[in-house]
Every structure is written in C-alpha cells, then in structure tokens.
C-alpha cells in the first residue's frame, strides 16, 4: 500500500518567501507529525497533530511556522519569511494514534533557502 | 528535557565484523525506546523498539536490550553485511507508546558503512 507521500521533494527559494510543505499520510492514520532534520543531526520534533487539531506544537521554532490539517489527512507546514537557517529536511510521519504503532516516515521535503 | 545520545560515527567495519552503536538516554517517565535506520536514498525505518525495562527488540539480525539501571539501549548484530549501511538513529518516546501517539525525541545519528 502507499506510503507517507511528501511534496514537493526540493524546494530551493529565496530568503523572505513563503513555502508551503505537503504531506499526505497512510490511509486511516489518525496521527501525524512534523520533525526537522539538519545536515549531520537526527530530526527534530516539530508538531503533532490528532486528526484535525495540533495536539502538540511545542517544537516550533517561532511564530514565522505554522501547519494545519483542515480534513484530518493531508496536513500543510507553512514558513512565512524565510531564512537561510531554515535550510533542512523536513519529515513527515503519520501513525494509526493508538496502541502500540510505529511511526511510519516520508521521504522528507529538502528545504534550501538562498 | 528528554535526551538521547549517542555513540560518535563514522562507524567503518569489515563484513562479518561485530557491531555495536552505543545509545543512552535522559528522560522523565517511562520512555519506549527505538532504533530507527535510513538506507541510503530512502527514508526513516523503524527498525526495532521496546517498551518497557529488560525488553530487547529484534529485527533483521539487530537486537537491543532496554537497560534502566543504565539507561542505555544499545544497538548490536553479531556479523554485519554491506547491505547494513546505512545510518542509525536511537529515539525515545516521552510515554509508553500504549498510551497512544507521541513525539520522538532522536539522537543525532551513527553512520555505518560496512567494506567487503
């Protein structure tokens, strides 16, 4: 069956632009989730939501990100104002939300801000 | 807050060598722990876990052993292969997993390559 599917796979913009990140999970996955990955370093805790709502935003870095899932499946992270330290890979994983169930990971989205 | 640290990388081996990646952690609670591997060009896989103390996960020749005494979850095969490179990344869970999804919280990654 398909997996976690991330769009676009690069993005390359320039600093101050805005960029919208496109994740679409696993059929029935409740959970989703947004992690950061910098060169060299393991990802980093983003956001969480339950169905439609963030039930854990804490790992936002500032108020220039942001990211909703209006219908509970397709979620969308949103950089306002771009910097060059926003550079990454940034990870989508979506899990069934109950029991003992993995996390199952896109590809990644690679982000590079000139 | 909740850490994970792990053993330093590169990591090179011959084949049929024996691994170990070191993994320790620092968390409030009763964490689940696992190991997560990324082969080349593909994404994140889970490749073992265990949820409570004493437990070892198992997969594909990999085992690691939840130690609370020292909290540490150690990543070991007995004789590796070439198709094992890749890197390995140790996380944990804030809560035990049966409670229902949560955030992971990853250590920074041992890459692994294995020469024939």
């Known amino acids: 069956g398909a997996g976690v599917s991330q769009t676009p796979s690069n993005k390359v913009t320039e600093k101050g632009k805005y960029v919208e990140l496109r994740c679409d999970p696993i059929?029935?996955?409740?959970?989703l989730y947004w992690y950061r990955q910098s060169l060299g370093q393991g990802p980093e805790f983003l956001i969480y939501f339950q169905g439609t709502g963030a039930a854990d935003d804490s790992g936002l870095p500032n108020d220039r990100f942001f990211a909703v899932r209006p219908e509970g499946s397709v979620s969308t992270l949103k950089i306002q104002r771009t910097e060059r330290g926003d550079s990454a890979v940034y990870l989508c994983?979506?899990?069934?939300?109950?029991?003992?169930?993995?996390?199952?990971f896109g590809d990644g989205t690679r982000l590079s801000i000139l | 807050g909740n850490s994970v640290t792990q053993m330093e990388g590169p990591v090179t081996l011959s084949e049929e060598a024996f691994l170990t990646i070191n993994c320790t952690y620092t968390?409030?609670?009763?964490?689940?722990l696992f190991w997560y591997v990324q082969y080349p060009g593909e994404g994140l896989q889970l490749l073992l876990k265990a949820t409570k103390a004493d437990d070892k996960g198992s997969n594909k020749g990999f085992e690691a052993t939840y130690r609370k005494e020292t909290t540490s979850f150690h990543l070991e095969k007995g004789s590796v292969q070439v198709s094992d490179s890749a890197v390995y990344f140790c996380a944990l869970s804030d809560r035990a997993i049966i409670q229902g999804a949560q955030k992971l919280v990853f250590g920074q990654g041992t890459r692994l390559t294995i020469n024939p």
């Open positions: 968390a409030t609670g009763y964490p689940s």
């Open positions: 994983a979506s899990s069934p939300g109950t029991g003992a169930q993995p996390q199952h």
């Open positions: 059929s029935g996955h409740t959970a």
